[in-house]
């Protein structure tokens, strides 16, 4: 989960209050859950189209809005019925899964999963998609439960918080009087923003569409790896327009901004965006990039114009959007028609022509992040023509390719969160650099380059658990261009370490840890060492000494979170030290590893906050949030101590480990929504379902993990239980529908637990791995038939519940025998081997 205020600004211990997001629809004192979200009776209507998609439904406000029902309930599983066995592949991605930023109805003030309906390519810089409220925490730009569209852009993230970024070239097609501000959703026809309904919205692999009601305009988006096109259908008009508000950015405003038309259907412009107007983090995420576009109309330019807002030099916009007196001088803008080219703080253009009842009018525009020249450059080569169709086709085509390296057997509904789920993996980290290899490095500088992609948005302190462990088994090669990218960056920025969470250079300071070099760790543990080894042991030792643990005290003051995340890290550096040769640092590191232990607290019987005098600080309870911790109580940050298991189990006793983590998921929610206990919402306990079988429970793995996988996932806007951060949500689902999962990302140990498929087969890039296929096989599965009862690993039986990564990536098959009832023996005899020992 990424916050939405800078970690680092407070104080230790500090506690964390959440700023609940403001809603447009009304609020219901109930608690709201997947299966149930109150409205105010006055305002509801009945979606019909939802009707025959969902299996029942809830009403909504009068804006037409209806919220599905998930497809899963605590008491039972719904089988989605409305749609059997699909012949392509790609035709299971519901980009619609998790679209929301609904606080009400993800019961805490993080929302739901916050991902974006619009389409993009496997790690492309590009992805078109519908905004739906500027400000505040919307860091996708859409959420399905606001009542109206402002237009759509070209680049956004998927499921973050922390105010978001992007949004940039906002195109919004109308008719009538020209508008020049966005307008409030509470009042129609106020701005160029427009009402529309969800019975009129698509939204599948590569395309987006979706009817505006306040101007009868049918929008379609589709795009390629650095470009996207808009098709509009009009309707009969004197004066139809599509504007562009060059200002508009989603967590904030552009600073500074340009355009000019290049002739009569090619305009061209920059825009420029600081952390002075907000962006990441409001501001705090320190981002500074410019983004360059080249677009073209289908249609001659012949009536065009620009307009300007005057806004006070000193007005720093951030998320004061909202404000009075920005409206009045955004609304009251200067409008200069027939004006072809400006300059300014909050300018915009527009382009208006007359239209017959069911014209289309297509727009189409490269972005770049370096340079005008690389705009136009990555237009010519990724949409040269004016044929959408074909533009949609060929990023179906990506996606078939990209989703291709896994295949599962399973039921339709299943397999529609699995594939939607492999989609959002893929997504970031982004290639941000122009198809001529060029790109702006950490140096603010351009560089070119053809051995790898440069790579942006690394998620670190969510993604280093699922995400990247799951694409060194399926994209190594996105993995080592990552790696190249974060040593890049450390070396040219003059930094000389990595950032925790990077977004266009930036070290954003967001949240915790040293991801970085767990993610580098692992990699070159799994054989995926395609980058400048010496540069990144040596930046992976810096990481850990400019950000980690008090070296004298042995601990991070008050602490529990950083603590035990760094200790992690250390052991990450003692691993590379060990594979390096270098014996010396592999022992200091592995020691520092051990730093978990001096915040154990034994009068509690767990880890407490520990001050600088070696006091331990109050105690108020194992499961008050945000005492010592971050994001976590310390119940839940307690567990993370993925690199000495056994430790951890020595600390507490065999005994009460086994009753604690048995109790951490009994008093879980049904839902899995937020809660004081087994929180799937959010990142720190992740890796907790798969800590059983260190204690000879493997059966208790199994349970729990196909119970996640049945009740937190789901088929619809609802189908995350929370944010998708990154990758890291979707990652943690395709991992354990699999049957695989890590603890300890570094010790190329998976924990084996029940796949909710059939068949799961994995095809692995011969470039890094020799094996051809991995598959695992669930012989007898059903939702009752969830226990192993034996394991034969390429016909040899085995009584283990875990592999190496070797094993996998060598190929051949695991079979798994399944039934109802658990087989507590399996597993027990043979534990996973300790990742100190590895």
């Known amino acids: ?90 035709d299971y991605i519901n980009p619609m899964i998790g679209a929301s930023t609904s606080t009400e109805a993800g019961k805490s003030g993080h929302g739901l999963g916050k991902t974006f309906p619009g389409p993009a390519t496997p790690f492309g810089l590009v992805q078109l998609s519908p905004d739906t409220r500027t400000g505040g925490d919307n860091g996708p730009g859409y959420s399905w439960h606001h009542p109206t569209i402002e237009g759509f852009s070209f680049i956004h993230m998927s499921g973050i918080g922390w105010y978001g970024d992007f949004g940039n070239l906002l195109v919004t097609p109308s008719v009538g009087p020209l508008h020049t501000y966005v307008g409030d959703e509470q009042v129609p026809r106020s701005g160029y923003r427009s009402a529309y309904s969800h019975d009129t919205e698509e939204a599948s692999a590569g395309y987006y569409a979706v ?36 200002a508009r950015r989603i967590g904030g405003s552009a600073t500074e901004q340009f355009v000019r038309v290049v002739n009569d259907t090619t305009i061209q412009g920059w825009i420029r965006c600081t952390a002075r107007d907000g962006g990441w983090g409001n501001g705090d995420g320190n981002v500074n990039y410019t983004v360059y576009f080249y677009g073209q109309f289908s249609r001659p330019i012949t009536q065009c114009g620009t307009w ?11 998320q004061t959007l909202g404000d009075s007196a920005y409206r009045h001088a955004v609304a009251h803008a200067a409008v200069k028609r027939g004006n072809k080219s400006d300059i300014g703080r909050h300018i915009g253009f527009f382009s208006e022509f007359p239209t017959r009842a069911g014209e289309q009018v297509l727009f189409k525009a490269g972005i770049s992040f370096v340079s005008a020249e690389g705009a136009r450059r990555n237009l010519e080569h990724d949409i040269p023509h004016w044929d959408f169709d074909a533009v949609h086709e060929a990023n179906r085509s990506a996606w078939r390719d990209a989703l291709s390296r896994m295949e599962v057997t399973g039921s339709d509904r299943d397999k ?208 008050v949030q945000d005492q010592y911790c971050t994001e976590s109580n310390p119940l839940q940050q307690g567990w993370f101590v993925p690199h000495d298991v056994y430790g951890l189990i020595d600390l507490l006793g065999y005994d009460a480990f086994v009753r604690k983590l048995t109790d951490f ?30 204690a000879g429970e493997a059966w208790l793995t ?56 059939e068949q799961v087969t994995i095809r692995l890039d011969p470039d890094f791995y020799p094996g051809g296929t991995f598959t695992i096989r669930a012989h007898g599965n059903s939702p009752e038939n969830i226990y192993i009862q034996s394991a034969r690993l390429n016909g040899q039986p085995i009584d283990r519940a875990w592999l190496t990564h070797q094993e996998i990536v060598a190929g051949g098959t695991l079979d798994l025998e399944m039934g109802p009832e658990p087989n507590r023996s399996f597993g027990s005899a043979s534990l996973p081997p300790s990742a100190l020992d590895r």
């Open 702 to 757: 199994q349970k729990w993990t196909r119970r996640i996988c049945d009740r937190a996932y789901g088929t619809d806007v609802l189908g995350l239980c929370g944010n998708e951060d990154v990758g890291q949500m979707s990652a943690w689902y395709v991992l354990a529908a699999s049957g695989i999962h890590p603890v300890c990302p570094g010790d190329n140990i998976y924990l084996l637990t029940s796949p909710v498929f």
């Open 308 to 318: 300007s807002a005057t806004l006070p030099m000193e007005q720093v916009r951030l």
């Open 1 to 90: 989960m990424t916050p939405r205020h800078n970690r680092l600004s407070f104080g230790p211990g500090r506690p964390y209050h959440l700023q609940p997001t403001t809603s447009s629809q009304p609020q219901s004192s109930s608690c709201v859950s997947a299966r149930a979200i109150n409205h105010r009776p006055g305002w509801m209507r009945r979606n019909i189209a939802l009707l025959l998609s969902c299996a029942s439904l809830l009403l909504a406000p009068a804006s037409g809005h209806t919220v599905p029902l998930s497809d899963h309930t605590p008491a039972q599983n719904t089988s989605q019925t409305t749609a059997g066995p699909k012949s392509d592949i790609v």
């Open 416 to 623: 529609t969160i699995f594939y939607t789920a492999l989609y959002h993996t893929m997504i970031d980290p982004r290639d941000v650099a122009d198809t001529n290899g060029e790109y702006v490095g950490g140096d603010g500088q351009i560089h070119r380059n053809t051995a790898y992609v440069y790579r942006s948005i690394f998620s670190g302190w969510d993604v280093f658990r699922s995400q990247f462990p799951l694409q060194t088994l399926i994209n190594p090669r996105m993995v080592n261009d990552q790696i190249n990218s974060l040593i890049s960056l450390a070396d040219v920025s003059g930094r000389g370490y990595f950032p925790r969470w990077e977004i266009m250079n930036s070290y954003s300071g967001c949240m915790l840890g040293n991801p970085a070099v767990s993610v580098l760790t692992d990699a070159y543990r799994k054989g995926i060492r395609d980058w400048d080894i010496d540069k990144g042991y040596r930046f992976s030792r810096n990481s850990v000494e400019h950000t980690g643990n008090d070296r004298r005290l042995g601990y991070t003051p008050m602490d529990i979170s950083r603590t035990l995340e760094y200790a992690y890290s250390d052991w990450c550096v003692s691993a590379l030290a060990r594979e390096l040769g270098d014996s010396l640092n592999a022992r200091r590191y592995r020691a520092y590893s051990l730093d978990y232990r001096n915040i154990w607290n034994d009068t509690i019987g767990w880890f407490c906050g520990r001050e600088r005098n070696g006091r331990f600080g109050p105690w108020r309870g194992e499961t």
């Open 665 to 694: 998921f009994d008093r879980s929610s049904e839902d899995f929504l937020w809660n004081n206990y087994y929180n799937h919402p959010n990142e720190p306990v992740h890796h907790v379902p798969f800590l059983f079988p260190y």
């Open 211 to 246: 009817t505006l009601d306040d101007y009868d305009i049918r929008v379609e988006l589709t795009s390629a790896r650095r470009a996207g096109m808009i098709r509009m259908t009009f309707p009969e008009s004197d004066t139809s327009r599509i504007s562009l508000d060059l």
